[in-house]
């Protein structure tokens, strides 16, 4: 994720919730929402985390003005 | 989401009552698949690929479909090409259904030695396997690729020619033609390295293992005449089932119930379809449900083992132990489709630990074997091998104590994961001081040829959708009903949360797990979430119950309901004292106020505790023979807070065995042409009772804030740390490192060989 930031870790944005962050990320990173968001969804393989939990609302997380998001691999467990 | 104020004192919770199914179970009353039967039944059986790559240029049924006894035929061109093909599972990601639905029938290439064909239903097995050896199919070998390097290697042979990648943020294109990558970091690994003051690198190579279930695949299938369509089956989760079944049949899921029987095991292997499309397809065609058995044979030919790895590692420290750099390349094997246990594999790998500056690479590779699928804490066992033998060695190293060590370094609270949130509430530190103050931890190793190891696991765990119903009876006694299969002792686990809840006695509780049609939707029975996120459920669903219940007390006595006060199983009335009921007799008088009362909640809990646990092995190798024998074997673990403490010792036990299983014995043998070599029990060996010690399993408690109780999954991560801890206990014994599993005797006298010599 750091090569499509062109290394920078921590971006602050703007947003309602996750998808609106995306969304305000998208003028910054433009390749970056593409692979965030496909079919309208969150991309294959990715999960969101939202203030330390990761969360079942994807796209439609609400965010507080503080929130931190991280987007993460999907884990999956047996 | 808020945390829950969890109680000081628990009154069931933590107790250790009979669970109800057990006499049933033990008596063999209880009902399994292969218990069930239809009037008019006929048995399915499947023509599985002889080759482990090939493509199918014709499939000739006729002398199948002549064949006396034979009701129906069918092959991949009997079952829709799928429109709809991406299902979102959650927070395990998504799921291409075409794949599924390839893997159960193949369409236009056979990717493993034992891909389904086709399909026969007969009057009985026999003639259905008779008939199924008379389909005649014209193939075209392909060259197989078995391993994760060779698949990754130039000139690859190519499994699937549209194949897109799965990878987390990967490019569009291809990683490499067989396998998509994912990517972790933080911190600066180069500047981590150069501050190290000692750096080791390795490489460790492990094999495909089965999730070794006892009972096998069966399903019973049945198109009703109306269209219906009603499955029994054994599986990890119905509504999996039911929505998988819809969507490589295009049919409404609604048309489709599934109900689940008891489980013989499953350990992650039965969370997806099999034979349950073709069951559905033959009943469709012949009119008769059918049923189809898996054999032992078919079973580890064709169903989700779990992946072999390449793995190579690096980690750098400072001379007083401090982890300063870290970096980790996982090549896991995805089997004939893409998805394997990379992510939390990967994920896994090193997070236990404070290590400021990580680099992680996962690869997610396609090669000629079945798709992998779940086992118990995915992706993890290879990868904590891997670092807890480098861990291990970075300790001798530098001479300092291995549980100190990892105290120096352990993850806490707060601590940033390699996943860049901060860590939720963990009792790290609590496991590894518990391991210190052991007895076992301070015994003297004793004898020649022994030696002890420690390992330390970690596993995430997941929370995911659960629904329950409760409904009160007229005497007080109340039904549980919920949508998560039974894996574990959770009927009573449930059913403890639902008294602890309601203020009355567990055997008051009367659980069961419901089908599609009679409950709510639940996510499988995996990730260790039943006891934690079923259980939230059900404690939702109890305050529900306890509402209505006051709210005819207040009737009752006629006052405001905020004037009731509810206190472990009785209802008093604030502004008399005299007054109280206790459940069973507001129980009684529901009738006469407005009727029963029942409640249905269905949670997607996010407080998610993640699992850690350290194991501390004792062993004794024979320098003649190679073989090691388990001496004593202590687990420590924390459960947040064990509901039921004997079936929190029984997964503890559970997965350890499974553990030592991968570590000493369990693999896949295939030849050069990629057929399995060991496709009985016999020959693909898992330990037995004679194999191990007890297992005395420690359990601590650090409460899980995102549960009403305090519970964290316990399922998984036994299974995690066995090998590592095996492999350090072998090199205390006899002086040789093990990069490889499982470690054979073979193997092992070779080693032994190779240093005397």
Redesign the interface.
Known sequence: ??E?TGGT?KVAVDGDNVREAIRALESLYPNLAG??IQ?D?L?????V?V??????RGLYEPLRSDS?I????????? | MNDYVIPEKLRVVGTTPIRPDGHDKVTGRAKFGDDFHLPSMLHGKVLRSPHAHARIKSIDTSHAEAFPGVHAVVTAADFPKITSNVIDAGEAGQIDMQDVADNCIAREKVFYDGHAVAAVAADNAHIAEEAANLIQVDYELLDPVMDVRSAMADNAPVLHDDFLPGAFLAPTEKALPNASKLELAMGDVSTGFDEADIVIEREFTTETVHQGYIETHIVTAQWGANGMVTVWTTTQGQFAIRDQLALVLELPMSAITVIPLEIGGGFGGKDSIYIDPLAVVLSKQSGRPVKMVMNRAETLRATGPSSGTYIKARLGAKTDGTLVAAEFHGAYEAGAYSGGPVAPGVSTALTRYNIPNVKIEGYDVLVNKPKMKPYRAPGATPSNFAIETMIDELCRELKLDPVEFRLRNALTTGDRLVLGFPCPEIGGVEILKAVQNHAHYQSDIGGPHRGRGLAYGFWFGAGLPSSADLMVNSDGTVQLCSGSPDMSGTRITLAMQAAEALGIEPSDIFPSVGDTTSVGYSFQTVASRTTFATGIAVYQAAQDILAQMAERAALIWQIATDNILIDCGRFLNETNIQQCFTFKELAGKLDGTGGPIAARALASPEGVGFQITAHLVDLAVDPETGKIDILRYTAFQDAGKAVHPDFVEGQIQGGTVQGIGWALNEEYFYDEAGHLKNTSLLDYRMPTILDVPNIEAVILETPNPGHPYGVRGVGEVPIVPPAAAIANALYDAAGIRMNTLPMTPAKILDKLNSVTH
């Open positions: 994720m750091r499509l870790e692979l965030l079919n969804q991309g294959k393989g990715i999960a985390a203030d330390g939990r990761i969360v079942r931190e991280h987007f993460i691999p999907a884990l999956g467990a047996g």
